[in-house]
């Protein structure tokens, strides 16, 4: 049962991709935490609308069983839900200062552009943790899903463009760790990588970026 085809990213795919999420960032993390929340739930909106056909994407793509991949597509809802919450609670703190004449304060800013490498088995849940996030705090993202689930994070990623999300602040590269994942971790470009997946690579990718 073919589901679709999907691309091999490769090298200048990335490069494209690392273009596209640098010019988008200035304007991105300028925008205030509101109205990035209100995409966030534009975004929910749109896959509450569509909750039963995504979650029988997953089944069909992951080979989880249809309620397992419900509850995959509940959860990357709330955690959507609960990131549009977080964009209106304003955080900071006044910290108090051993000099009279100093102000101590820690202020929250993006961190810049992010790859987001996430697994097969929570196609869904485990990429709005990295994405949403990422995209919550006013960083650009270029999202690396697992090779075997393309097509539950290309619907993804379509969700977040019918939602109205700027071009360039959330682009996807598809294939496998090898061809398209390290040569993300790698680049000069990428100010932060969040991975979720197996120890090994996770331990490797920690000596990557600690090398940097």
């Not at 949403?132 to 689930?149: D, I, R, W």
């Not at 999300?165 to 061809?179: D, K, M, R, T, W």
Request: charged residues 25%; aromatic residues 8%; proline residues 6%.
């Amino acid at each position: 049962d073919v589901i679709g085809s999907f691309p091999r990213s490769a090298a200048e795919d990335i490069e494209q991709a690392l273009t596209a999420a640098g010019e988008a960032l200035p304007a991105w993390r300028r925008l205030s935490r509101i109205r990035r929340g209100e995409y966030l739930d534009d975004f929910a909106q749109i896959v509450k609308a569509n909750k039963e056909e995504f979650a029988r994407l997953i089944a069909r793509e992951s080979g989880k069983p249809i309620n397992e991949a419900r509850a995959d597509v509940v959860e990357g809802l709330h955690m959507a839900q609960y990131l549009f919450g977080r964009a209106r609670m304003a955080t900071g703190e006044v910290i108090a200062s051993e000099i009279p004449e100093k102000d101590s304060y820690m202020l929250r800013k993006p961190k810049g552009v992010v790859a987001a490498i996430t697994p097969w088995n929570f196609p869904f849940a485990i990429p709005m943790w990295l994405v949403g996030s990422a995209l919550a705090e006013g960083n650009t993202v270029v999202f690396k899903p697992a090779e075997e689930t393309p097509a539950v994070a290309e619907r993804m990623v379509q969700f977040f463009e019918k939602a109205g999300l700027p071009s360039g602040v959330l682009n996807l590269v598809q294939g496998y760790g090898e061809e398209a994942g390290w040569p993300l971790v790698n680049h000069e470009a990428i100010d932060v990588v969040a991975f979720t997946g197996s120890y090994d690579v996770g331990s490797r990718i920690q000596q990557a970026c600690a090398a940097k």
